[in-house]
C-alpha cells in the first residue's frame, strides 16, 4: 500500500513452491530494502525485492524459531525455541542463512511449571532498537537490556510495577478460545510486563497490564534512550511500528476485521521555566 492506503501489489499466494506462503508469521526489511518473511508452517525464510519478485530462501526446519526481523546485513534475529523433558530453553539468537549463530542475546531456561505451555506466564519479549542494536526481557521481572548487534549488553532498564491480578472471569475466557488452558495451573498474577516496542528516536515503550480509566486498551511506560523512566500514556490498541512521527497499529473495525491504522504522533513536555 502507498502512504494513502491505496493497494499496490500483492506479493506471493498460498502455497509450498518457490515465493508461495502457508503460514508467513513476520517480516522485516533489510538494510538494501530487501523484505524478508518467515514462514512458520512452510518452516523457512523467503526474500523479495521491494517490487515483489522472489530472490531466495532458506530452511529453518533445523530450528523452532517464532517470529523474526533482519538487521541491516540481511541476518535473520528470532527466538529459537529448544524442547527437552519439563525444561524449555528459549534464546533470543542472530544467524545467517546457514543456521550459523553470530550472537545470543537473551537465554532463559524454563522447568517445572514454567515450561508447560501456560498462556499466562512470563515470556520473552524483545525488538530492534536504534538500528541493528538489540532491546529484550524476560517479563517475570521488570528488567530491560540492550544490547549492540554483536550481543554486548550497553544498558539495562530496571523499573517498579503494579501487580495485576488474574481474575476468574479472565480464566473462562481464556478457557473458551484456548480448551487446553483448562489443565494450566494458572499463577495469581500477570507477568511484570507484556510487550516492548521503540521508535527511532530511541524511547522505549513498554507494555504493562495496567489498564487506563477508560478500561480500554492498557498504560505503557515511556523511557528515553538513556534508559530513564519519561511519562505513562494510555493506548487502545498494540503498537506496531513507531516510524518517524507515524504510529501504525493492527485494529478490528466495526465489523470485527482487523485492520491497519496510522497515526501521527507529536511529543509536548512541560516547561520548568
Known amino acids: 500500500y502507498d502512504g494513502d492506503g491505496k493497494h499496490i501489489r500483492t506479493i506471493g499466494r498460498r502455497g509450498q513452491g518457490p515465493g508461495e506462503f502457508s503460514g508467513p508469521f513476520s517480516l522485516g526489511i533489510t538494510g538494501e530494502n530487501t523484505i524478508m518473511v518467515h514462514d512458520l508452517l512452510n518452516h523457512r525464510i523467503s526474500y523479495f525485492s521491494p517490487e515483489g519478485e522472489f530472490l531466495s530462501s532458506f530452511s529453518t526446519a533445523g530450528m523452532v524459531i517464532v517470529g523474526g526481523d533482519v538487521d541491516g546485513r540481511g541476518n535473520i534475529i528470532s527466538l529459537v525455541f529448544t524442547n527437552a523433558p519439563r525444561e ?4 533470543l539468537r542472530r544467524f545467517d542463512s546457514r ?3 553470530l550472537a545470543t542475546y537473551l537465554t532463559i531456561t524454563k522447568t517445572g511449571r514454567e515450561a508447560t505451555n501456560n498462556p499466562l506466564g512470563p ?4 525488538t530492534r532498537y536504534l538500528g541493528d542494536h538489540v532491546i529484550c526481557g524476560y517479563s517475570k521481572t521488570y528488567e530491560l537490556h540492550v544490547y549492540d548487534l554483536d550481543g554486548n549488553k550497553v544498558r539495562s532498564i530496571e523499573h517498579a510495577y503494579k501487580p495485576v491480578r488474574i481474575t476468574q472471569e479472565e ?6 478460545r484456548m480448551p487446553f488452558a483448562a489443565d494450566v495451573q494458572a499463577p495469581r498474577q500477570r507477568p ?3 510487550g516492548v516496542t521503540a521508535d527511532d528516536d ?3 515503550f513498554v507494555a504493562t497490564w495496567e489498564r487506563p480509566e477508560s478500561g480500554k486498551g492498557y498504560l505503557y511506560d515511556v523511557f528515553d534512550r538513556a534508559g530513564s523512566f519519561v511519562t505513562r500514556i494510555a493506548l487502545e490498541y498494540a503498537p506496531g511500528i513507531w516510524k518517524g512521527s507515524k504510529l501504525y497499529t493492527i485494529e478490528e473495525d466495526a465489523g470485527g476485521y482487523p485492520v491497519v491504522k496510522r497515526y501521527g504522533v507529536s511529543w509536548r513536555f512541560p516547561s520548568w521555566d
Open 88 to 91: 524449555q530453553v528459549l534464546e
Open 99 to 101: 543456521q550459523n549463530t
Open 123 to 126: 515470556d520473552v519479549h524483545w
Open 171 to 176: 480464566m473462562e475466557v481464556l478457557k473458551k
Open 192 to 194: 511484570a510486563f507484556q
Open 202 to 204: 530511541g524511547r522505549v
